[in-house]
């Protein structure tokens, strides 16, 4: 699936529904990819906003992960771009996130290659002139059954 958003509130917007097309479990993996500046904490931020949290969303850039308990669903933000080496995830606490079935929304995933667990979605942004270009991929049955209620819900 392809989608083509004008600006920053198409961003948040899309986040929201795409938070808004989860189900109630958690445990679910979705990268964010793109270079730097192609908005993957907008979308995070929309995301987090559409699933209930009232307040202000920072990017985790410094502390690498953001934990979030919204109406008692763990939802989980992780930018890795500063990440030295994956096996740092396990002293930041991945697995105890893992053990709490969070839904973990992943920034710059390849820095965590290997201690990370699979997508079941990907989100590849770009910049195709003006606005952002956004590409979801399931990576899972269950990343399948989020796109299908992002196309059913359009």
């Not at 763990?74 to 709490?100: K, Q």
């Amino acid at each position: 699936m392809e989608l083509f958003l004008p600006d920053e509130a198409a961003q948040e917007a899309f986040g929201a529904r795409l938070a808004a097309a989860m189900p109630g479990a958690g445990g679910l993996v979705i990268y964010l990819e793109g270079n730097l500046g192609a908005g993957k904490t907008t979308l995070v931020r929309g995301f987090l906003h559409g699933a209930g949290h009232p307040g202000h969303v920072r990017s985790p850039t410094y502390t690498l992960i953001e934990p979030y308990d919204i109406a008692g669903r763990c939802i989980a933000h992780l930018d890795l771009y500063r990440l030295g080496d994956p096996e740092e995830l396990e002293y930041l606490g991945l697995r105890d996130l893992l053990g709490e079935s969070c839904i973990l929304l992943v920034e710059w995933p390849d820095k965590g290659r290997g201690v990370l667990p699979p997508a079941d979605l990907r989100l590849g942004l770009s910049f195709p002139g003006s606005g952002r270009g956004l590409a979801l991929e399931a990576a899972s049955p269950a990343g399948a059954a989020i796109l299908e209620m992002l196309d059913t819900s359009s």
